[in-house]
């Protein structure tokens, strides 16, 4: 009896994660203080290069979901991010990968590999983040089956329309008010007021005891 119950302990202990690891992930350990930054860039290095000076400058580590033009059009910008930070897949098309076929889906994450390999001469992390967070279970299970991890957000502010930038103080006072042990959140590279907010945010966070982490703690 005693071998029956370790064995089964063992089965549980071992298989526990890979199956943790076949879901969204929108948040980390809610017990802990540990917090997650991600942003998600395309169609203008504007902001790319004054975010990656900050990270930089405070030591926060960041993973960045890269769309297919930008990974395209900004080969230093993405040589930069590969070398400080994580780039990750946000998809060649930034489409509703719902509507694709697997095979077109498979074809875009293939060519998004090959071509970040090509740029920085090393293989991506196997992060992921649908674009505009669609996704349905036959895209979920092509990307746990090729080796992903999911990354959605649970904080996000509305800051995805360079044209309409609502300012400092409202990417400040939104992000800061939303975080919570464990946050995922989720920024994009588009706007003046981002770049600008990003140093606030983290010296806030860092006075309410948040520690910024990487997304590796998931692998």
């Known amino acids: 009896m005693k071998k029956i119950i370790l064995f089964l302990l063992s089965i549980f202990l071992f298989s526990t994660p890979t199956v943790l690891k076949k879901q969204l992930i929108y948040s980390g350990d809610t017990n802990s203080k540990k917090i997650y930054l991600t942003f998600d860039d395309g169609y203008s290095l504007k902001n790319t290069l004054s975010i990656l000076d900050t990270l930089k400058k405070y030591d926060v580590p960041a993973t960045f979901f890269i769309e297919g033009g930008f990974l395209k059009e900004n080969p230093i910008a993405i040589k930069r991010i590969a070398e400080e930070q994580i780039l ?62 999911i990354f959605m957000w649970n904080v996000k502010i509305y800051d995805y329309v360079h044209t309409d930038d609502l300012g400092v103080d409202y990417a400040v006072s939104s992000i800061v008010e939303q975080v919570s042990n464990g946050s995922i959140i989720l920024m994009h590279t588009l706007t003046d007021s981002n770049s600008e907010a990003l140093p606030i945010i983290i010296e806030k966070l860092r006075e309410k005891g948040y520690v910024f982490s990487s997304l590796l703690d998931f692998k």
């Open 88 to 149: 990750a897949n946000h998809t060649m098309c930034h489409c509703d990968i719902r509507k694709l076929k697997d095979d077109e889906f498979i074809n875009d994450i293939i060519e998004f590999e090959k071509l970040a390999y090509e740029i920085t001469g090393k293989k991506i992390t196997k992060f992921f983040r649908p674009p505009m967070g669609f996704i349905n279970k036959e895209k979920e299970d092509i990307l746990y089956n090729n080796g992903y991890l």
